[in-house]
């Protein structure tokens, strides 16, 4: 399974990059506002930033468009600045228009917003490189997310379908443990969920001993 960090802040993408296990990075007009980011010179070279922190890691950069054309135009531009980026791109009647205009350039996409199988079905469909359940979302309003990943899962296998799936709005540990269990292609999480998948009272109880000891053989 491939580990994103779902961030636009340089600091956090660097610190998970220098763990060793980093394989990318999404990001969403969201996580790009907190980052204070404005205008679109900014913007753009913000994406060029984080690709340059991230080796050969796939970046994902969201349009701000929402109608075909611009949408067209907008991720042509983000696809020119390097060649890790991946186009975001909402689940709506023209982002799967424009999904399959940029498959068919040779253009990666990343289908974002899916909330439902249907939804996944259509962006592979298209020829989406990845899509983006948000399982976390789902758990917020009470449903199962994890039962979503499942779903896409068995259907892409269904058909063989190319299109990743890259489970999205990642809350804890356990929801990435859960993942790699059903066999999703990429989980993007915030860094303290990573990060908090280092950690177990016994590890710690136990080196505690060893140094403990070893300090005997000084
Ligand atoms: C995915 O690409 C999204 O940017 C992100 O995972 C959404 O997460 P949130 O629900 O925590 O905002």
């Not at 930033?49 to 054309?69: K, M, P, R, T, W």
């Not at 709506?92 to 990343?110: E, H, Q, S």
């Not at 289908?111 to 758990?139: E, H, N």
Request: glycine residues 8%; proline residues 3%.
């Amino acid at each position: 399974m491939k580990f994103f960090i779902d961030t636009a802040n340089l600091a956090q993408i660097q610190e998970a990059y220098d763990l060793g296990i980093l394989d990318g990075v999404t990001t969403n007009p969201s996580l790009m506002a907190k980052e204070g980011i404005k205008g679109q010179n900014a913007i753009l070279k913000h994406y060029v930033d984080i690709c340059n922190l991230v080796g050969e890691g796939d970046v994902s950069a969201e349009v701000l468009s929402v109608d075909y054309q611009n949408i067209i135009k907008e991720g042509e531009a983000l696809a020119d600045l390097h060649s890790n980026i991946v186009v975001k791109v909402p689940m709506i009647k023209d982002g799967l228009k424009a999904i399959k205009y940029f498959a068919n350039k040779g253009i990666r996409t990343n289908c974002t917003l899916i909330f439902s199988a249907g939804q996944a079905l259509l962006a592979a469909k298209a020829g989406a490189s990845y899509v983006s359940p948000f399982l976390g979302r789902i758990d917020d309003i009470g449903w199962d997310g994890m039962k979503l990943i499942e779903e896409i899962k068995n259907i892409y296998l269904n058909y063989d379908f190319d299109t990743e799936i890259l489970a999205a709005s990642i809350r804890n540990p356990i929801h990435i443990l859960k993942c790699a269990e059903i066999g999703a292609d990429v989980v993007t999480s915030p860094l303290a969920s990573i990060t908090a998948l280092l950690n177990h009272p016994l590890t710690d109880k136990g080196l505690a001993q060893f140094i403990a000891d070893a300090k005997k053989m000084e």
